[in-house]
């Protein structure tokens, strides 16, 4: 069993840049595929980014590609995602995810059993 904590949402202006991490707890952190989602108000939870358990591989949504890096330090349990150049649409909240499968399916919320409680992030103009 995974316990994920996020944290470093806040308010930034747009063009700023942000941290996110993703605290796990268990042993077994290094052998999970990471993700984060977001889910903005009103709008369905979608997926930004997915890194393998190796930290080899990562994946990425169109909307956040170039501007949005995901990594991971599995010494630590960590999962990160370096946000840069925000815009006022990625105002959302931001939730890391753990899960097994890394395949097409890796954008689904399914693939992820389990999830943090969310951080904000906020981006104004």
């Known amino acids: 069993q995974v316990q994920l904590v996020e944290s470093g949402g806040g308010l930034v202006q747009a063009g700023d840049s942000l941290r996110l991490s993703c605290a796990a707890s268990?042993?077994?952190?290094?052998?999970?595929?990471m993700g984060w989602f977001r889910q903005a108000p009103g709008k369905e939870r979608e997926f930004v980014a997915a890194?393998?358990?190796?930290?080899?591989?990562?994946y990425y949504a169109d909307s956040v590609k170039g501007r949005f890096t995901i990594s991971r330090d599995n010494a630590e349990n960590t999962v990160y995602l370096q946000m840069t150049s925000l815009k006022l649409e990625d105002t959302a909240v931001y939730y890391c995810?753990?899960?097994?499968?890394?395949?097409?399916?890796?954008?689904?919320?399914?693939?992820?059993?389990?999830w943090g409680q969310g951080t904000q992030v906020t981006v104004s103009s």
């Open positions: 268990g042993r077994t952190f290094s052998t999970y595929i």
């Open positions: 995810a753990a899960g097994r499968t890394w395949s097409p399916s890796l954008i689904k919320s399914y693939e992820y059993g389990y």
């Open positions: 890194i393998h358990w190796s930290g080899g591989s990562t």
